[in-house]
């Protein structure tokens, strides 16, 4: 299995689009960031949670996926 590496967008909890922001501003935990697209408030803590699902659904497809070839090619023959 190859090594993967996914990415995942800040998308706003009330419209889906992806947020932007400062570039040279850290968030951190307790930090609100405002949606260019609907101007209502996100909390970064929750952000970071869903993005972490978001991320950690993909990788467990990938696995998913990879393991299924690995099985076919072993009961191929």
Not at 26 to 43: A, I, K, P, R
Request: net charge negative; aromatic share 8%; hydrophobic share 35%.
């Amino acid at each position: 299995m190859k090594d993967k590496s996914f990415s995942v967008e800040l998308k706003c909890l009330f419209c889906d689009c992806p947020l932007e922001g400062d570039t040279t501003k850290e968030y951190v935990s307790g930090d609100m960031l405002e949606c260019q697209n609907c101007h209502e408030l996100n909390d970064y803590d929750a952000l970071i949670d869903v993005a972490a699902e978001e991320g950690k659904g993909l990788a467990i497809e990938y696995v998913n996926k990879e393991m299924e070839k690995i099985l076919k090619g072993l009961f191929k023959k």
